[in-house]
């Protein structure tokens, strides 16, 4: 039977999927403000010219890397979150998990966002790097308030503030990954981290026994 070619949305769908793949890839070994368009054209096996029928602009690229990020890394922690109405630290755990996790799989995301808010400026991309801690900041405060209402938290505890703890304790292990130049360690430290995030939030310690 003969083969029929893919219509041409279909291959655009493809080559920039490709694309997107191959910045995150280098993105893991080098700075994403060296890598090239001809650098990536040579990744997927197209010219340098095939990319701009794909992607209007480098910025184009990183963009389309920076929204596969966000509905990736978010659809992963919505994953995670699930269950907070009955367990909420548990929950909490699991959402810090599946970043650091996230974060192991694809060390070129910190890369691409530290670099970019370091810019002066603003721009797209920083623009849409605020959108994606926007909604994290929504999830984790949404499983925080199940927290309250399961009276699991120490009284009084601020929950903007243990948002930006929480958030704070990933960016920290992220930054010290990306010193070492190896994003297996934050394996090593998770776990001790969590479990200084866990003692600063939970109203009986000794009695949750839901993360290390």
């Known amino acids: ?15 920039q999927a490709a694309l ?9 070994q080098r700075s994403p403000a060296d890598i090239t368009t001809a650098d990536l054209a040579h990744a997927v096996g197209i010219s340098q010219g095939a990319v701009f029928k794909h992607f209007a602009s480098k910025e184009a690229i990183w963009l389309a890397v920076l929204d596969w990020v966000s ?36 060390p070129g995301v910190p890369r691409l966002i530290f670099q970019e808010l370091q810019s002066p400026g603003d721009t797209a991309l920083k623009s849409r790097v605020r ?27 601020d929950l903007q503030a243990a948002t930006v703890f929480f958030l704070g304790s990933v960016q920290g292990l992220v930054m010290q990954a990306l010193l070492a130049d190896d994003a297996q360690t934050i394996a ?25």
């Open 1 to 15: 039977m003969e083969v029929q070619d893919k219509p041409p949305k279909q291959r655009t769908e493809v080559r």
């Open 20 to 28: 997107v793949e191959a910045a995150l890839l280098m993105a893991a």
């Open 71 to 106: 509905e990736t890394l978010m659809a992963r922690l919505q994953t995670a979150a699930e269950g907070a109405e009955h367990a909420a630290l548990p929950a909490l755990h699991a959402v810090f998990l599946a970043h650091v996790d996230f974060v192991m799989s694809y």
């Open 131 to 157: 959108a994606l801690m926007q909604r994290y900041r929504q999830l984790l405060l949404a499983v925080l308030q199940q927290a309250k209402i399961q009276q699991v938290l120490r009284p009084g505890v």
């Open 188 to 212: 090593v430290h998770a776990p001790g981290v969590f479990a200084i995030l866990q003692h600063g939030l939970q109203c009986q310690p000794t009695e949750f026994q839901g993360a290390p």
